[in-house]
């Protein structure tokens, strides 16, 4: 590296350190680029929008893909015209579009799980004292045996 280039870096250094200095990096919030929309949530969302979502088939064996591979048709509901492309649009690009629209990540429906003091969900504690209730009268019944 030449002096020349040296200085330039310097000179580059410097006025990134003078411009990032007044940032308050507490402040910044990062937010996903894509949101973890879910199939019935996709789905649900589209519809109260009158689109309906419908499995693009390109012929043999192609429907049978996985979830995340299969193509979807968006299908207007009140003329059945097909909106968007029509070969189809993975559920990845429509999680793209629907958190560039800012859409909730839950609908009005959403009810989050009770949880406990400790933080645990409540089913899950009803589940280990059936699975506890179950090991006691099973070695109860080993030892009667």
Known sequence: MTEEEKRINDEESAYLEEQLADIDVDSIQLTPAVRPYSHQRIRQFLRDNGIDMQPYFRGYKNASRYLHHQQWLLV?????????????????????????????????NYKPPTVTKSGRRIACDKFLEAVEAAESVKKGGQSNG
């Open 76 to 108: 207007n509901m009140s003329d059945n015209a097909i909106i968007g492309s029509p070969s189809g649009h993975t559920l990845y690009e429509l999680r793209v579009y629907l958190s560039n629209m800012g859409v909730p990540l839950h609908g009005d």
